[in-house]
């Protein structure tokens, strides 16, 4: 199912095959509708690293207990020949701008989390800084 002109249901599932409920479903449109304003703008596509996890799928790689990506509302996200630290800096500016909805912001070597859960968070977890 396209949930926007570049993304697709299918790239937010969660790796194990658990399907989503309607309420995660809407939470994963809404994260699709503002990571569609940073592909506007950037011009280039996004890869989706993790988007939705189960719980059981969540517990398996080691994410937080009480992740965002459990309920929809988080993506752990590249672009093909952008710095991690210059894509999260795009995104912080965006949220500033009004464009992308406020939430988690997180820094790793190599992909950024971002996050909707509509307040502010912010982490630096790269190994190398």
């Known amino acids: 199912m396209r949930l926007t002109e570049n993304f697709t249901q299918r790239e937010f599932n969660s790796r194990c095959g658990t399907p989503m409920t309607e309420e995660i479903l809407e939470n994963v449109k809404e994260l699709a509708c503002n990571l569609q304003v940073l592909r506007d703008f950037l ?3 996004i890869k989706i690293n993790s988007g939705y996890r189960s719980e059981a799928y969540n517990r398996r790689i080691g994410g937080v207990r ?3 990506h459990l309920l ?3 993506g752990d996200v590249r672009v093909k020949g952008l710095d991690t630290k ?3 800096l795009i995104i912080e500016s965006l949220i500033k701008d009004g464009k992308m909805k406020q939430g988690g912001l997180g820094l790793y070597d190599s992909f ?3 996050d909707i859960r509509g307040r502010k968070a912010r982490w630096d977890n790269r190994r190398k800084k």
Do not use: C, F, I, T
Request: proline content about 7%; overall charge neutral.
């Open 112 to 114: 950024v989390h971002y």
């Open 66 to 68: 009480r992740s965002q």
């Open 43 to 45: 011009g280039e596509p």
């Open 86 to 88: 210059d894509l999260y």
């Open 72 to 74: 929809g509302k988080a």
